[in-house]
């Protein structure tokens, strides 16, 4: 599914190295897509695969100072990170012969890495937004400045989010989005609940902000008393705010109004006005407000909000979303918080590092082409291609075989599989950065320029004819996902390069490995919210009633089984928060099996390492998420990651597959051995 990265967390989030200096890479590292050396075959695969396929990984990759989870993505995404950084120290300094992508990556690094540049401009390049922002004296003021804060911030912590979206009653309709926001903290209940751990987070949230009022200038007790106002502020909106486990609901978050309506919403707010500021029409035809009742506590909040609350709102939220591209001083307070406070991680990540991400956010595509002319052939594509199709046809098979669907309702689902579009490696049309500019001098004016680049790009689609081939995710990214709209699965080249797919091995770990990958993209369209939107990506209810029954009833089995994993501490899996990524993890697996045993119809596998075909090929779906996390992670990523933790994305997985139980010869008592009958299968 489709994932986002807020520059203010951006920095935080660092992946970084093992106690010593990191260097460039010239090229990228090879590690196989099953590597014996971090099994732990002391372990009793029928009890835990998880500790069997990954027991000694930890030991040879304990996490970085500066990670607050590591795990094989995270590895391969630092390598590729180093490799970028090479590219564009190259692209730096060269003169003669760039490309005019190449110079804007070259200048952007290059401003970036001035560090000292950046500290001695201090908070000057940010005070004409700062004072935009003291010289509001009438609220009817606020529409024109907060969307140009919105579109320098590059986020929705500013209120609200706006801009386009797919239609969900018509995909091929492009329309006004607007969005719950307004946060600091990552979810609504660190500012709802009251348990001592979300207390201490919350105390030391409110303190952050004093920190970063005094680095704006105030006072101490100016500053207290502006973290005090935030915080009453967000409050109220959290409370109005969807539960991340509503938004996964698609009918809870599509309500269409025409320009009436929205200001009905909102009274005391501007719309027009505000629409105008962006540069868009002031007005469309069509919005859809994800969360009206958001919207009703914003506008009652704005009314209640004295001049100097609304002011002591918008700096900070303009402060801490940029805080990542100001001076030593905002970063190493952004990074305090949200990297230390709140996810354990020990260190800051090097410049370089932080560098690297934010040109692969604002300035993606770019970085992607370098990224996939050097690493990315087009056997390796074609593989892929070909791997895709055989996992396709093994759900075709999956659709046609199930007992309890009815002909009606496969003939849909058939459909809709058929109408899958598989984008594979980067995309055919490349990203025009030609608005977009780059000053070789000026770091923050570059940040701010990529943000606005971004978010105008976005507006303009409003009303526009959609565009199928666009991705979501730059091609060096390592990761995947299904679009329920787009009704299509994306894999970048960098999730298609060992250690995830292998050329230099055999089928069975590649099967095992991405080709679970692509199952499991490919399930997200018939997961438990994918399902709800028919093949050309429209919220639509294709299903007989006796058939969803019978899916929510199979989907109810994952959900309860996965209810009972521990994270950390004694907080369980919120199951209906995961719920998609597990039935996608069982279904891709699945059908990764049976789209393997059908490749290899008529051969015969090679045994390696001391494993059969069959075991390697569940070893290496083990071992594409070999990872560790530090508690403070565990706890913040139970409240808003929808992925259950990698142990039990392994063994809540396998325990549902007799095939496993065959590979390894387990025995009835075995801890990941079900009795007959009592396997969860929805696919």
């Keep these: 599914m489709k994932r986002l990265l807020l520059l203010s967390t951006l920095f935080a989030a660092a992946l970084a190295a093992h106690g010593q200096a990191e260097t460039p890479l010239d090229a990228l590292p090879y590690t196989p897509s099953l590597d014996p050396t971090v099994m732990d075959r002391s372990v009793d695969p029928c009890d835990d695969l998880y500790r069997y396929a990954c027991g000694a990984w930890s030991a040879k990759n304990p996490i970085p100072a500066d990670q607050s989870r590591w795990s094989v993505y995270a590895k391969m995404a630092n390598e590729n990170q180093r490799y970028l950084w090479g590219v564009l120290n190259k692209l730096s300094t060269q003169g003669e012969g760039r490309s005019a992508n190449q110079a804007k990556l070259g200048d952007y690094f290059a401003a970036c890495m001035d560090e000292g540049a950046v500290q001695a401009a201090g908070l000057k390049p940010l005070q004409p937004l700062l004072q935009r922002i003291a010289a509001l004296q009438d609220k009817k003021d606020l529409p024109a400045l907060l969307a140009a804060l919105q579109l320098a911030a590059g986020n929705d912590r500013l209120f609200f989010g706006f801009s386009a979206g797919q239609d969900f009653a018509d995909a091929t309709r ?35 902000v004093a920190r970063l009022f005094e680095l704006l200038g105030d006072s101490p007790e100016a500053a207290k008393a502006g973290a005090r106002s935030v915080i009453a502020t967000e409050t109220v909106l959290a409370r109005a705010s969807l539960s991340k486990v509503d938004k996964r609901d698609p009918y809870k978050t599509f309500h269409v109004y025409d320009a009436r ?52 709102y918008l700096r900070w939220q303009l402060a801490s979303s940029l805080a990542p591209a100001l001076d030593s001083g905002f970063v190493q307070a952004n990074f305090d918080f949200y990297g230390q406070t709140l996810v354990g991680t020990p260190q800051l990540m090097p410049r370089w590092k932080r560098c690297v991400q934010l040109v692969d956010v604002q300035l993606g595509e770019a970085l992607g082409q370098e990224f996939v002319a050097r690493n990315f052939t087009p056997a390796l594509k074609a593989a892929t291609v070909q791997m895709t199709g055989e996992i396709e046809a093994a759900m075709a098979r999956s659709i046609d075989g199930l007992a309890w669907m009815s002909a009606a309702t496969k003939a849909r689902a058939q ?64 990761n995947a996902y299904y679009d329920a709209q787009m009704n299509d699965i994306n894999f970048p080249a960098g999730v298609l390069l060992p250690p995830l797919y292998d050329a230099q091995l055999d089928d069975a770990p590649n099967y095992g490995n991405t080709g679970g990958t692509i199952g499991h993209e490919l399930t997200h369209g018939f997961d438990d919210e994918g399902r709800q939107f028919d093949a050309q990506g429209n919220l639509k209810n294709w299903w007989t009633k006796k058939d969803g029954q019978e899916f929510e009833k199979r989907a109810a089995c994952v959900a309860d089984q996965y209810a009972t994993y521990t994270v950390v501490d004694d907080i369980k899996i919120n199951s209906k928060l995961t719920l998609g990524e597990d039935l996608a993890d069982l279904g891709g697996l699945v059908l990764a099996w049976e789209a393997w045993k059908a490749h290899m119809a008529g051969r015969t596998g090679e045994a390696r390492d001391g494993l059969t075909p069959e075991q390697r ?61 009592q396997h969860c299968k929805v696919w």
């Design 174 to 208: 492009q329309i006004a989005f607007a969005s719950a926001g307004g946060l600091g903290l990552p979810d609504r209940d660190y500012y709802l609940k009251h348990d001592d751990k979300t207390v201490k987070i919350r105390t030391a949230y409110e303190a952050h």
């Design 261 to 312: 309506g929205l200001k009905a919403l909102t009274p005391g707010f501007d719309w027009a006005a505000y629409q105008a500021a962006l540069g868009t029409a002031p007005w469309h035809a069509r919005y859809n407000v994800t969360e009206p009742a958001f919207f009703k506590a914003f506008g009652a909040r704005l009314k209640a909000m004295s001049a100097a609350e609304l002011k002591a």
């Design 415 to 478: 459909a809709k599989l058929k109408a899958i579009v598989n984008k594979v490696g980067y995309p055919e049309r490349w990203r025009d950065y030609a608005a977009l500019p780059v000053q070789r001098g000026d770091f923050l004016a570059n940040v701010i320029a990529g943000n606005q680049f971004e978010a105008r790009r976005q507006l303009a689609k409003i009303g526009q004819p959609l565009d199928r081939g666009e991705w979501h995710m730059t091609p060096q990214t390592v």
């Design 617 to 677: 090929f569940f070893v290496a779906f083990a071992q594409w998420d070999c990872a560790d996390a530090r508690p403070e992670a565990l706890r913040v990523r139970a409240k808003t990651d929808p992925h259950s933790p990698a142990r039990w994305r392994i063994n809540g997985v396998v325990v549902n597959m007799p095939e496993f139980e065959k590979a390894f010869a387990c025995k009835p008592g075995a801890k990941l051995v079900k009795a007959a009958g």
